[in-house]
């Protein structure tokens, strides 16, 4: 049977690794290149990077992260941050990345995801979306909403329906990154990626709040997902990746252990 | 010199590179002539099998291809490379190059939490000795990502079963032609293994 995959995301600024706490405050922790080789090694499962700086010459930045990265891993290597046209999408392919991560520029021009699939394939998109809790009303009956720009811009769009849209104009995959969770530690939000696992029927990736290996555990069970996203937990040195995935194992949750 | 066959169908220079990663030197080509000449074949691609055999017929790499199979040169099919090389693709009812009797199938599942695509990392199961299988263990893992399989005529040109609900081929071959469902170049240190196989192969299955 399929594998949970153990995804680390290293957000990228000026090619160095920043970490975000509930997405301000961000601080330089390292090279980007070595930690992906470290983690690849030790069993990680898939890479996604995160361009936090999208400014025009960080982008050519970026590019050059990618293609280094890309040589030093043969595992599939996801990118994001600052995607606004299939062009973006078509360099970081380019450059080495296996999969392209749009988020807020296809909130805001939906069509993006359908012209990104139709130029890289479905398979290549994944839609990454930011959710916070709000009041279920009738823009937002699931409780939750879309957030963008980092969280800082709410759109009054329910997370739910943007997921389900999101799979029809062809994104091959869902990221669900909780706000409210995010950089807590404190564990995913689990009934939000539960709801969007059961909405929807391609690959969802949890995002946000990971502190433990236990984390992990309850929302590739609990929570559904098909994949859950680490970052701190293991940038800080607390826990390694085989660790991560060693308890999992341990904990009866099919985990690919020989690498 | 080893030719990465080039149709417009994704993103090549992984291979490439993961070629390169063990010593393999490879260039990537739409040109017919370069496949006719290579002295093996990489031919990977991901996408949709109408639009991949619309591309490959209008530059006519259908017909090197074909001859390159003909003339016994080690070929290495990679997930839609080696969907295209059976015959008859239930995506898109597309008629396909036909090296290898079968076809390719949607996966029909019954289990509502099973996602499709099958994507991410699987066990396979050998069922058959292969040059490019040695030295594979049971439970090792390759990257998988595709909503159809081959589905092979001939049980003997299987050589490897996954299971996603169902058994399914995940490596089939015939002669100087073998193909992977999964992808070898994104599989971590077993997937290279392959192509560092493949980069030795003589196209002999025995």
Redesign the interface.
Known sequence: MLSKRVIACLDVRDGKLAKSVRFVDTKDIGDPVEKAREYYLDGLDELVFYDITASSEARNIMLKVVESVAEQVSIPLSVGGGILTVLDARDLMMAGAEKINVNSAAVLRPELISECATAIGSQNVVLSMDVRRTGKTTDTPSGYEIVINGGRRSMGIDALSWAEQGEKLGAGELVVNSIDADGTRDGYELSLTRAVSETVGIPVIASGGAGTPDHLHEVLTTGKADAALIASMVHYGEYTVSEVKNHLYDLGVKVRMSW | MAVIVDYDA??L??VQ??CS?VGLTAIISDDPEAIRHADRVIFPG??AAGSAMRSIRKSGVDVALRQAFGSGVPILGICLGLQISLEFSEEDDQTTLGFLPGRVCRFQLRDP???????????IEVQRAHPLLENI?D???F????SFFPEPDDAANIFALA??ERDFCCAAGLDNFFGTQFHP????????GILDRFRNWDGRVA
Do not use: T
Request: proline fraction near 3%; glycine fraction near 16%; charged fraction near 30%.
């Open positions: 994704g993103n220079r992984s590179r993961a990663e991901v996408g939490e099973l996602k499709i695509p099958h994507m991410g990392w699987n066990a263990k439970g090792d893992e990257y998988f990502v595709h299971q996603y170049e994104k599989s971590g240190r077993v997937g290279l």
